[in-house]
């Protein structure tokens, strides 16, 4: 499947656990070259995860679908050593357009972010 | 100044051309490890270009201003060798909240993503 | 409490049906003024919807919270006779910020759209 | 043209004063019925606004232009006797997408929210 081959998840050291129609699931252990300069995690990092998820949720169907949305908040600071987990789940599908929201948790269960994304699924080519 | 100091941007390989109180730029070549699974430019990448110079522009200032929320529209793919721009600009500053409009465009000159971000600004230490 | 005193939800014709620390229950039935010009229900209608809901959750802690961002995706239409329900669950709050997920859904328990939302919590006066 | 017969838009008091393809400018005197419980303007009210405009810009081609997402930043309160103007700007537009940004200013021109937006253009009947 194509989202394992994702080379941009494989350098930032994102590592996609679950995977299926419509939900997914991934980790990414905090280290120092993710932090921002003022030594936490940086927002392109947890977008980055949750995106990775978003990405594996939307396409596990088959058609190739493409991000065309996207909005977070961030709720919770984090920094080395913690362990970044999202997971995405399925609000709305249609032949066209999909909808997931994908929260991200850190190693105390607690929201680091939510993220809120929409798709527009390509015609599949005959 | 911090932003200098952020680690995963110097991992993704962004430069930081501009940086002034509600105004920065910054620059960002396609390589191989910036692709998805699909060869495309991964939508993080996009993300933490812009989430650069938002921070940079929010930052700027002195007091911390940290990413509270923010929302992307993707609307033009692109791949290796593209060389992408971003561009943050002020719409609002008050003393707790500023709010920041990002436009990443390609070496064309046209619109990769639009990126609205809002920052609440940390009470400064005395 | 001062939610019951909004005008305007009062106009558009909103009926509030619950409302907690953190979470809150609206209904509207979509009559003839509350379309737009291709006979469905109008964007506003269901943004001021998700947002009463959005005001009384994150409100009814007591301190004055004013939404400062909100994200909504529409996922299905909806026209004259449907019944539109908003819930609003807290993510996370904290002394200054908190962030909410807002649901709307119709009769036949489909959503028909999802609203992300952060407000800013005032200094309570002493 | 079908926005001059947006029913709620006119529930509202909204006035439509410029609709060209790709852009557009609306005006809106607060009242008293555009309050909410704390007697500024409900965010709702701003919101349609906004999503009128979005939608006239949008529209003005010919083919029906859905929104399906949109993301608003609320920095500056109104109250009884502004009056905000909205005014839509096209950021990209391509066969099926389009984006836009909508700044809603008030009578001293000051920004009161950013706006940002997506549709989704119907394939045109034959």
Redesign the interface.
Known sequence: ????????????GIELIEMAEGSAKARLKIQ???????GLT????V???A??VF?AASNAYGP?A????????????STEGAVLTAEAKE??R?R??A?Y?ILVTDEKEE?VA?F?G?V?IKPSKK
């Open positions: 499947m194509f989202i394992e081959k994702d080379l941009f998840a494989r350098h930032v120092k070259h993710h932090l921002n300069g003022v940086q927002g392109g990092v977008f980055t995860l995106d990775l990405a190739v493409v991000a065309i949305n996207a909005s977070i908040s961030f709720v919770k600071a609000v709305s249609n066209k357009l909808t929201t929201t939510i809120q929409m527009y």
